[in-house]
Each structure stands twice: as structure tokens, then as C-alpha cells.
């Protein structure tokens, strides 16, 4: 195809790797094995070198402590990913405390994103313009327990910053 032609010229662009995995996953006859193996070259091409970077966490090991849980996405706007895990974000148990880390553009907030901000407060964390090991350590930091990439391989996702190892627990696509 035409995208594996043109990541053949430049191997380093991530957004045809996105949409060649985004793609897979909407033709019939696209395996599991197409499908890891195509995810294990975007590993090893955008990935690796921060999955060699991973530090030891310090998250406390309180049994009786909620659990902090980061949902990671370009989509805290009116738009149907929003609209799919609001409830699941907003419902949480009082043994939770959720998180929200925002890639979305500034230009492209609204007022759902408003409402994010306005429930969450603090825990509405604007990430856009911080770098994949930047976003990472500030979700070390906040020593979540449990990270969800929330975006899969389309636009603003932050798969990358999942490499860095950032929480004990990875939930991705």
C-alpha cells in the first residue's frame, strides 16, 4: 500500500505507523500474529529506547489507600471516546481516585473539556505540549497506580510515554 511505501522512504514517521495499525485493524482478514507483529516494529522503531530508561516505582504499598488511576488522551472534548468513558471516569469508586492527562491541543478544548476541568480540578493534568518522557515522569510523580491509554493509535495518542514504564499497571491498545 501507499503507506508502507511512504514509511519506507522515512521510516521515522510515526503517523503512517499509526494509520497502517489503525488500518489492520478494520480489514477482515488481519490476523492477531499481523497485527502484534506490525505493533512490535512500532515498538522497536518509537519505544525501545525509552522502555530501556524505566526506573523502579515508589508508589506507597498501603493495602488500605485508594488507588490513583491516570487515563491518558487527546479526546477530553465533545467527541464519541469522551462520550464512551465518561461515566466509567466519573463513576469511580471511592477506593479511586482517577486522573485525567490531557494531550488535547488548547485550540481544540470545549466546554466538555470545561466540565473535565471543573469536576476533576487538580486531577485534570494539561499535557499537550509535554514530550512522551516528560508526560511520563509527571505521571511517576503523581506515583499513579494504574495508567489507561485511552486513545489507541489515532490522533494525540501518548503510546510512547507508555514505553517510559511510568506505573506499576498499563492498561493500552
Known sequence: TWLRKSLAIDPHQRELHDMIIFMLESEIDTTVEDALRERAKYFQQFCAAAYQTRTPFRNSTDPDRPLKIGYVSGDWNFHSASMAFSQVILEHHDGYIPTAYCTLPPENQ????????????????????????????????????????????????????????????????
Open 110 to 173: 470545549d466546554y466538555v473539556t470545561g466540565q473535565w476541568k471543573q469536576r476533576l480540578g487538580t486531577r485534570f493534568v494539561e499535557a499537550f505540549g509535554l514530550t512522551p518522557g516528560q508526560l511520563a515522569a509527571v505521571i511517576k510523580h503523581d506515583e499513579m497506580d494504574i495508567i489507561v491509554d485511552l486513545s489507541g493509535y489515532t490522533a494525540r495518542h501518548r503510546l510512547e510515554t507508555f514505553a517510559y514504564r511510568p506505573a506499576p499497571i498499563q492498561v493500552q491498545a
